[in-house]
């Protein structure tokens, strides 16, 4: 909301700023020395003060949306008053919002709360595993179509969620623990942001029955162990963790078809996590403890036709590996891995 806000105050200032003031363009016809150039810039500046006048406007009602302070669950409830108001506004614009959203997915939102209205008087409490828990949740995160919001919210646990979620987005919290019930169900869930918490445990089948499941990114965490995860995946990010040589499990990848990106940066893994399917474009491995590569790692030497052409950013530097002993594990790479050649 806020952004499509700014978006539009940019596109008005343009549009305007685009068609040159009338009065500047009678001063050109006017004058013909170069006195008009004077003129041209008095003329604008007038007009450029009411513009600010504008952006102003917008800034203050921008101002009046955020809630400053700490938001607690158990008062959840106090933000539907100030919210009714906003209800209609906020269907009409959900459309529009949803496309800004999905462009600047990676920055922060300011959080404003939304008010679905609770249809009992009672309508649960916001951590409590009723049917209206997505509901709930909406009032303390930003709903927007499929997409929640609940980034730095200092969240000690994931909301209930509505089946129709399809993003979830839980940045800068204090999550300690991923459980199996906190994504059951969610057969819609298409992306999970879990970045900057505390976690430190996921129960092993928390994401693996999440049948749509493309982009997990869990970094900045304190993870040991990476729990099972689904075969849709095509973006996993657990940089930042503490997964150890135990930390992943056997052929963890194996079975991901349309597996892209696999970022796995600054942990303390001592092998490269094989196999990996031929649908992989980026192996992040900087700063762990991989001291061996295999010649069956990346290629296949009983084939030496095979090309792995998708596999074009390999990062091994900040380990103890010296790649040039092993010349023979990248011939069928389009790229040598970066890392240490000496
Ligand atoms: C790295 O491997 C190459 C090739 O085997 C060898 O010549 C070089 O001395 C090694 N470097 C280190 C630092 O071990």
Redesign the pocket.
Known sequence: MVSLRLMWGLLVLCVVAASPPRYARQAELDNYDNNNVDLDLNVEGGDLYDYYDEIDETQIEIDTLGPDEDIDPSNGASFEEEEEGEEKNVEHEEQEERRTVEEIDHKELPIKPQLIPSGSGESGTLMGPSAQGGMATCMLCTCLVGSVYCDDLKLDRVPPLAKETTHFYARYNKIARISKSDFANLNKLKRIDLTSNGISRIDDDAFFGLPALEELILRENSIRQLPALPPSMSLIDACHNQLGNTGIQREAFKDMPGLLYLYLTDNNIDHIPVPLPDSLRSLHLQNNNIQMMHEDTFCNPHDLNYIRNALEDVRLDGNPI?L??TPQAYICLPRIPVG???
């Open positions: 010296n040039s002993r240490a050649l000496i």
